[in-house]
T-cell receptor, first 113, second 111 residues
Framework: DGGITQSPKYLFRKEGQNVTLSCEQN?????MYWYRQDPGQGLRLIYY???????QKGDIAEGYSVSREKKESFPLTVTSAQKNPTAFYLC????????????FGSGTRLTVV | QQQVKQSPQSLIVQKGGISIINCAYE??????FPWYQQFPGKGPALLIA?????SEKKEGRFTISFNKSAKQFSLHIMDSQPGDSATYFC??????????FGKGTRLSVIA
């Protein structure tokens, strides 16, 4: 089945630690996105990539980093510079010109302990 | 600056009733307006979408109404069912720019 796989589903981070969230898609989609979801805040864009080896900052990129070395992979690193990382992180992808909108993964819930 | 304003934050509807969620936008360049449905612990899934060349789009019990002059669009869920209980997000984009989402509406359909 084609889709987006996010792992892990739950992740715990200690203070001062960097963690990396995985996002893999086998849909052959061109563009990939990372959104952060907090209660009552909707989905806020962290980073996005429209092509391999290129990515752009979204509205809340501070404290995060990404890479896009392969079309199917777009990992997100939450660095120690992100002071409030506890949230639900969603990865999405889309094929250019598609009328079907974004396909989302099932998310990773990150908690600082 | 919130580009897409969604209301209400939460909504309780009787089974069989009509659920209505509204969104307003400022950016006149937006040309794609989708609605997403999200169940707890899951990623959002595309429900229905509209482009500004039509004023209404219907898919089953779900209808989008679009008012270009007022810069508003809304989701109507007819004959609401308990299985429709979820969080709904409106969104907008222009061209290939990333989707901008509203803050979401938590819908509860009670029997």
């Amino acid at each position: 089945d084609g889709g987006i796989t996010q792992s892990p589903k739950y992740l715990f981070r200690k203070e001062g630690q960097n963690v990396t969230l995985s996002c893999e898609q086998n849909l052959n989609h061109d563009a990939m996105y990372w959104y952060r979801q907090d209660p009552g805040q909707g989905l806020r864009l962290i980073y996005y990539s429209q092509i391999v080896n290129d990515f752009q900052k979204g509205d809340i990129a501070e404290g995060y980093s990404v890479s896009r070395e392969k079309k199917e992979s777009f990992p997100l690193t939450v660095t120690s510079a992100q002071k409030n990382p506890t949230a639900f992180y969603l990865c999405a992808s889309i094929e250019w010109g598609s009328n079907y909108g974004y396909t989302f993964g099932s998310g990773t819930r990150l908690t600082v302990v | 600056q919130q580009q897409v304003k969604q209301s209400p934050q939460s909504l309780i509807v009787q089974k069989g009733g009509i659920s209505i969620i509204n969104c307003a936008y400022e950016n006149t360049a937006f040309d794609y307006f989708p609605w997403y449905q999200q169940f707890p612990g899951k990623g959002p899934a595309l429900l229905i979408a509209i482009r500004p060349d039509v004023s209404e789009k219907k898919e089953g019990r779900f209808t989008i109404s679009f008012n270009k002059s007022a810069k508003q669009f809304s989701l109507h869920i007819m004959d609401s069912q308990p299985g429709d209980s979820a969080t709904y997000f409106c969104a907008a984009s222009s061209g290939n720019t990333p989707l901008v989402f509203g803050k979401g509406t938590r819908l509860s359909v009670i029997a």
